[in-house]
C-alpha cells in the first residue's frame, strides 16, 4: 500500500524547464472546475462535463491525499507567462479500474490549445521522478482509453510498458501501462531524499483484478 514517506515534508514547487509544477491548493480551484467543464478535455476520462458539486469534491479529495502520501495533484504552470495550463498528479487507481486498489496512477491533462507541444510529456517525467526519487515508490500504473493514442504515446516517452487491456464496467476499454522503479533511471544531478524504513510503498508484483 502506498503510504506517506516519513521525511517528505511541506511540498514544494518542481521546475522543469517551461514549467512549474505546483503543489495542488485553493488557489487551484477555480481553473479547475472550468477546466473540467470543456468538452475536449474530458473526451476520454469522463462521458459528462464535471460539475461544480463533484469538482468541489475532487478538489477535496486531492488535497487529502497529499495529506496522506505526500503526493497528489499538482497545478501545470507554464514558467514564462504564469499561465495555467493543466495538471498533473500522482494518485491512488482505486476500485474496479483493473489494477491493486492501492496502486498509485499517474495522470496528467492539458489544455487543448497546447497540445502537441510536449507539455504533458514533460509534467509526467517530472512527475514520475518524483514518484520514485522523493516518494520512493516501486511502481506507477498508467492507464488510457485505447482510443487516446496521445496518451499512450506519452506513456511511452516516460519510460512506461503496456501490460494488457482492461474492459471496464461501462464497456469502455483502457490500457494499462506499468513502470517500475528498477527500471527508472534518475535524471543527471537527481538525489533522492527518500530513505525506506520498512517494506515496499506498494505492494509487491503486479496481480490482474477483475
Known sequence: MATRPQN?????VIETTRLRLEPWSDAH?????????????????RAEPLD??????????????????????RAIIEA???????????????????SRDDDVEIGYFVRPDRWLQGIATEAAL?????????????????????ENVASSRVLAKVGFQKLRYYELDDGITVEIHRLQRASWTPPPGHRSSFVRESGPATGA????TG
Open 8 to 12: 517528505v515534508g511541506t511540498p514544494s
Open 29 to 45: 480551484f477555480e481553473r479547475f472546475a472550468v477546466f473540467m467543464r470543456d468538452p475536449a478535455v474530458i473526451r476520454y476520462i
Open 52 to 73: 461544480r458539486e463533484s469538482a468541489i469534491e475532487q478538489h477535496e479529495h486531492s488535497l487529502a491525499e497529499w495529506e496522506l502520501y505526500g503526493f497528489g495533484k
Open 80 to 98: 514564462g507567462t504564469s499561465r495555467w495550463l493543466g495538471f498533473v498528479e500522482l494518485s491512488l487507481v482505486g476500485p474496479g479500474k483493473g
Open 126 to 146: 517530472a512527475s514520475r521522478d518524483e514518484a520514485f526519487g522523493l516518494c520512493g515508490l516501486d511502481e506507477l500504473i498508467g492507464r488510457c482509453r485505447v
Open 205 to 208: 508484483e503486479y496481480r490482474e
